[in-house]
């Protein structure tokens, strides 16, 4: 793809310069943030670029191919949408929209305009998930029986003020905040679940939302992924198990306050016993952002699919509103 192509970032937060850090060569043209200050600050470091409030204005100029949305949930979908509308390729955080409808309208108008969106489940390129996903494709686990998987942060002072508390502003708590990533993870490694169950709750934060969610999901061949989200875990922790009939793959940490990223292989021996191990570290930082962005750029180029996509967002978005419903929170009312 050429050099030439210009990209509006609508959101300026800590994900949009995020993402401005990973456009390498390309032209950043619009910095939009709703505080006209954060979208100065960004544009400042990036010469040339126009800083604004005017979102629509971003998305509709004729010079931009690429608009990227890292504005919080309740904005995510319309501004997606009216990109779409004006034929602009589309890089969307997670979860892409508040509920199933929000992210059905994206799928609607991208595929009417014929464009493609990625989704921003950055933590599929990880250093230690790819090498993980290596280790899997190759056949070294065998067939898979399971999934464990651990997620949570210990929020801080005034977070049941904060915008994902605000379930209109949100669409829900944990589970969507943070769930929807080891959802995503788990079907990249086992596909489709046929059987949800699970159960949300608030048990420590004073807001309407849910602080922690529990999930048991089954594969159509008994495959399992019994997954936990919190924002009371206190300490910062990732840890996700992948566990085949001949080894066991254990990621651990995602660099920063959750801990050195980490790869454990550990393959079993024909006469069982302590298996084989084998670690990988990883403590140069996060590079997943380039990765994905790379990557998407090649989908556009080569009008592929991303692989990380609405269709997904659609899924892990469907698993969550129903574990809500059933536990009592009704996000979409």
Request: proline share 3%; glycine share 10%; with cysteine.
């Given at each position: 793809?050429?050099?030439?192509?210009?990209?509006?970032?609508?959101?300026?937060?800590?994900?949009?310069?995020?993402?401005?850090?990973?456009?390498?060569?390309?032209?950043?043209?619009?910095?939009?943030?709703?505080?006209?200050?954060?979208?100065?600050?960004?544009?400042?470091?990036?010469?040339?670029?126009?800083?604004?409030?005017?979102?629509?204005?971003?998305?509709?100029?004729?010079?931009?191919?690429?608009?990227?949305?890292?504005?919080?949930?309740?904005?995510?979908?319309?501004?997606?949408?009216?990109?779409?509308?004006?034929?602009?390729?589309i890089?969307?955080?997670?979860?892409?929209g508040?509920?199933?409808?929000?992210?059905?309208?994206?799928?609607?108008?991208?595929?009417?305009?014929?464009?493609?969106?990625?989704?921003?489940?950055?933590?599929?390129?990880?250093?230690?998930?790819?090498?993980?996903?290596?280790?899997?494709d190759?056949?070294?686990?065998?067939?898979?029986?399971?999934?464990?998987?651990?997620?949570?942060?210990?929020?801080?002072?005034?977070?049941?003020?904060?915008?994902r508390?605000?379930?209109?502003?949100?669409?829900?708590?944990?589970?969507?905040?943070?769930?929807?990533?080891?959802?995503?993870?788990?079907?990249?490694?086992?596909?489709?679940?046929?059987?949800?169950?699970?159960?949300?709750?608030?048990?420590?934060?004073?807001?309407?939302?849910?602080?922690?969610?529990?999930?048991?999901?089954?594969?159509?061949?008994?495959?399992?992924?019994?997954?936990?989200?919190?924002?009371?875990?206190?300490?910062?922790?990732?840890?996700?198990?992948?566990?085949?009939?001949?080894?066991?793959?254990?990621?651990?940490?995602?660099?920063?306050?959750?801990?050195?990223?980490?790869?454990?292989?550990?393959?079993?021996?024909?006469?069982?016993?302590?298996?084989e191990?084998?670690?990988?570290?990883?403590?140069r930082?996060?590079?997943?952002?380039?990765?994905?962005?790379?990557?998407?750029?090649?989908?556009?180029?080569?009008?592929?699919?991303?692989?990380?996509?609405?269709?997904?967002?659609?899924?892990?978005?469907?698993?969550?509103?129903?574990?809500?419903?059933?536990?009592?929170?009704?996000?979409?009312?």
């Amino acid at each position: 793809m050429e050099q030439t192509l210009k990209i509006s970032i609508v959101g300026c937060g800590l994900i949009g310069q995020k993402r401005a850090k990973a456009l390498g060569n390309y032209s950043l043209k619009y910095c939009v943030d709703i505080d006209e200050n954060r979208a100065y600050s960004l544009a400042n470091f990036y010469p040339g670029s126009i800083a604004t409030k005017n979102w629509k204005k971003a998305v509709s100029d004729p010079e931009i191919g690429l608009v990227i949305v890292s504005t919080t949930n309740q904005s995510l979908a319309e501004i997606s949408c009216e990109a779409a509308r004006f034929g602009k390729h589309i890089l969307v955080e997670k979860p892409a929209g508040r509920n199933t409808n929000e992210i059905s309208e994206i799928i609607k108008f991208s595929e009417e305009n014929q464009v493609q969106v990625r989704v921003g489940f950055n933590h599929r390129y990880h250093p230690a998930m790819l090498k993980a996903k290596e280790l899997f494709d190759a056949g070294e686990l065998g067939d898979l029986m399971f999934i464990r998987g651990r997620y949570g942060h210990g929020g801080r002072l005034g977070y049941d003020r904060e915008w994902r508390a605000n379930p209109k502003t949100s669409g829900g708590g944990e589970l969507l905040d943070q769930g929807v990533h080891l959802i995503d993870l788990s079907r990249w490694f086992l596909g489709d679940f046929e059987v949800v169950n699970g159960f949300s709750h608030t048990y420590y934060w004073d807001m309407p939302v849910d602080d922690n969610g529990f999930m048991t999901l089954r594969t159509k061949k008994n495959q399992v992924a019994f997954l936990h989200v919190s924002c009371t875990e206190w300490k910062n922790l990732f840890s996700l198990e992948i566990y085949g009939k001949n080894a066991k793959l254990h990621i651990e940490g995602l660099g920063g306050s959750y801990g050195i990223e980490k790869l454990s292989f550990y393959k079993m021996t024909p006469q069982m016993g302590p298996p084989e191990t084998i670690i990988w570290e990883y403590p140069r930082g996060d590079n997943s952002w380039l990765l994905e962005f790379n990557e998407f750029l090649d989908d556009i180029k080569n009008s592929r699919l991303p692989s990380a996509n609405l269709y997904d967002a659609l899924a892990a978005v469907k698993i969550v509103e129903t574990i809500s419903q059933e536990s009592g929170y009704d996000y979409n009312s």
